[in-house]
């Protein structure tokens, strides 16, 4: 298996624009993760999907992120408008089983507002 | 929120030294996780412990973890120059998912 697919890997986007990120679980991976991680928050939870429904988005910080899972092999994570505290590294992951188990992250999608 | 603390936030060693981390947590567990994460690089699994588990060793590491303290340590045996990266710890306190500690940062010089 290729692991955990996102993309694009860099994004630079000015203020006020969409940005949307996406991601590839592991096939037969039911739990997918959003994360965010900046050096003043560490690694956040946003939001994950269980068998593609979103179980848990209290950790999406504003009503401007929004996340999708239309099937089990795809997921978008959305930005809509973007703001500079935005900027930061965005992790994709995946897990078999219980969310609590080992979870298999991919390698993020840098984001920059200016 | 970050519940997990790791300790000490970094730590700068001699390669063949061995590393020692500590990772605190404040509620009861099922299992508590150690992950590594080189510079610019996505988190990678390094071993999982459960809450019947005292020790467990996975090539050169070895984890302890004790529920009574409340508490987690990851060692590094002979470390090496590659060894070089941040390391989290993670529990299951909040339910079904995990959450991540704050990190500590092992520089291995050689």
């Known amino acids: 298996d290729a692991g955990v697919i996102q993309s694009p890997r860099h994004e630079v986007t000015e203020m006020g624009q969409e940005v949307t990120l996406r991601c590839k679980p592991i096939?037969?991976?039911?739990?997918l993760f959003w994360y965010r991680q900046t050096m003043m928050r560490g690694l956040e939870l946003l939001i994950y999907f269980n068998n593609n429904v979103p179980i848990d988005d209290s950790g999406m910080p504003e009503d401007r992120f929004s996340a999708k899972m239309p099937n089990a092999s795809f997921s978008t994570l959305k930005i809509q408008p973007s703001e500079p505290r935005d900027s930061a590294v965005y992790f994709c992951a995946s897990s078999f089983g219980l969310g609590t188990e080992t979870q298999y992250f991919g390698p993020g999608t840098r984001l920059l507002v200016l | 929120s970050q519940q997990g603390e790791e300790d000490p936030q970094a730590l700068s060693i001699q390669e063949g030294e061995n590393a020692t981390m500590n990772c605190s947590y404040k509620t009861s567990i099922n299992n508590l996780q150690w992950y590594r994460q080189n510079s610019g690089r996505g988190l990678v699994h390094l071993i999982l412990i459960r809450s019947n588990e005292r020790e467990k060793h996975s090539g050169r590491l070895r984890v302890t973890l004790d529920t009574s303290k409340k508490s987690s340590s990851l060692l590094i045996t002979a470390s090496r120059a590659a060894d070089t990266a941040s390391y989290f710890c993670a529990t299951d306190e909040y339910g079904n998912k995990l959450v991540f500690g704050a990190g500590t940062i092992l520089r291995v010089k050689s």
């Open positions: 096939s037969g991976h039911d739990y």
